[in-house]
Structures are given as structure tokens and as C-alpha cells.
């Protein structure tokens, strides 16, 4: 698959890879990697089913870590320093495992290798099962203004910076001029388990500890996604693996703390 990505930076300088998060995109991304662009190769890339990569008919882990080596032999990368949020945080964890000679550094923002579907983490699962039903009514609607679909999704989410978010994947159609949704709003529907669930503790059980690269967790100080228990496990998986905490953000804590958020970046790196 090839995938769809913005580049900032100069070709001689280091490289460094942008995932983002479910629902989201390199757009989301755009203010970090012009920043990084000063001093660094900046690849951010449409993961599939999201932005304007590809859509595909499976959402796997397996997938987008395959997609991505793909991306690295495309663009002629031997190393770059990997930065993942969320689902892309995910992606980045097993495509380091997958590839450790392709990752000079593993930046991962807020999420952690473990199955969110454990019993204490279902509400994550529903909340995302209830948005991925909104954005579908969206689809199936063909609503007409932007301003209609940011009425119905803040009925249905109560939520105005996560709906001012989804609104992100809104576009208009050429042919029909209604709106539609830019990712694949049933794939990942039927996805959503493995999303929730996917490369956890026992993924990585055969590899560790992995001293192959240097590793930063950044977690948001309001996000519930790293725990503490979460960052003793991720202690068994990368031994001398790094934290920061962005004081006054949530998960979304590159958009919420920007400053902050590169400060850690720019530390790391």
C-alpha cells in the first residue's frame, strides 16, 4: 500500500516518522512536524483507512506495520527516529519490535502496550463504538452543511473538542456535494477489537527486555491511558525507557500542551 504523507525539513538531515492516532491524520500533525522540519526530515504519514491514504478492507496492527516498512523501502529510509500517538503509538511499538534496525529512537505519546478491552478499560472501548455509530449516521445521512453534522455529533458525543476533531475527517464530495467521512468508518468499525486490544504485553513477552533503541513515554497528566501500573509493565518490556508528563493535558496532549509537548521532542531526540 502506498501511503500518503507530508514532508517537512531537508533531505541530509535526520529522519523522523509521524503516526497518528485513531480518527486522525498528518493534518493533526502539521504544527509539530514544521517545527521539527527546522532541524530534522519530517515524514508524516496517513496511516490506512485514515486521511488520504488508502482504504483496505482489514485494520490490523500487522498491517500497518507492514505498510510502514513499505514506506520506509519507498522513501529510501535506513533510520528514523519513530514518534507514534495513540493507535499510531501502537503501530510504532510493533513496528520497532518488527524492525529494530530501521528505529534510531521510539517516542511514544500517550498509550500504552497493554489491551485496553480488560474488563476496567471497556469504557474506552464503548466510547469509541458510540463515535465510530455517530460518524456512520453521518455517512448515511449525506448531510448537506458542515455546520448540520457539528449539531448532530455534539448531541450524540457531548463533546465540542472531540466533534471539532471528528469534524476533521469531514469533507464535501465533488460529484454530490454531501458530506463524507475520510476514514473508513465501517473497516474500523469491525476493527475496533484488535485496535483496543492489539499489541499489549504479551505481544512483546518473546522479546524483552529490548535495549535495541533509546524509548520515551509521554503521557498527558489528565490522560488515564498510562497508568502506574502501566509504566511498571512497560519498565519490563524497554528497561531503561524514559518518562515525561505533560502537566495540564489529556491524551490529545500534542494539541492540548504544544509547547510543552515539543519541549519533551526536542529533549529526547
Not at 76 to 99: L, N, P, Q, W
Amino acid at each position: 500500500m502506498k501511503l500518503f504523507y507530508r514532508e517537512e525539513g531537508k533531505e541530509n538531515q535526520q529522519v523522523i516518522v509521524i503516526l497518528h492516532g485513531l480518527y486522525g491524520s498528518s493534518d493533526n500533525w502539521l504544527t509539530v512536524g514544521k517545527k521539527l522540519g527546522k532541524s530534522y526530515h519530517v515524514y508524516m504519514v496517513d496511516q490506512r483507512n485514515h486521511g488520504r491514504s488508502p482504504n483496505a478492507e482489514t485494520h490490523t496492527y500487522e498491517d500497518m506495520t507492514e505498510d510502514l516498512a513499505v514506506f520506509f523501502e519507498q522513501r529510501r529510509i535506513d533510520k528514523a527516529v519513530v514518534i507514534g500517538h495513540s493507535m499510531g503509538g501502537k503501530t510504532a511499538i510493533f513496528f520497532a519490535a518488527e524492525y529494530p534496525e530501521k528505529v534510531d529512537k521510539l517516542i511514544i505519546a500517550d498509550i500504552a502496550p497493554k489491551n485496553y478491552f480488560e474488563l476496567q478499560e471497556k469504557g474506552q472501548y464503548y466510547q469509541h463504538q458510540h463515535i465510530l455509530e455517530s460518524l456512520k449516521e453521518v455517512r448515511l445521512h449525506q448531510y448537506d452543511s458542515r455546520e448540520d453534522i457539528a449539531d448532530f455529533l455534539t448531541l450524540k458525543l457531548d463533546n465540542e473538542s472531540l466533534v471539532m476533531f471528528l469534524l476533521k475527517n469531514v469533507y464535501r464530495k465533488k460529484d454530490t456535494k454531501k458530506f463524507d467521512c475520510r476514514i473508513n468508518v465501517d473497516v474500523l468499525y469491525d476493527h475496533l477489537d484488535e485496535i483496543i486490544s492489539g499489541v499489549n504485553y504479551r505481544w512483546l513477552e518473546d522479546r524483552m527486555p529490548i535495549l535495541n533503541y533509546p524509548v520515551l513515554f509521554i503521557k498527558g497528566e489528565k490522560s488515564p491511558y498510562i497508568s502506574v501500573e502501566d509504566e511498571k509493565k512497560i519498565k519490563e518490556i524497554y528497561p531503561e525507557v524514559k518518562f515525561e508528563r505533560i502537566s495540564n493535558a489529556g491524551h490529545w496532549l500534542h494539541a492540548e500542551q504544544p509547547k510543552l509537548f515539543m519541549e519533551a521532542l526536542e529533549r529526547f531526540i
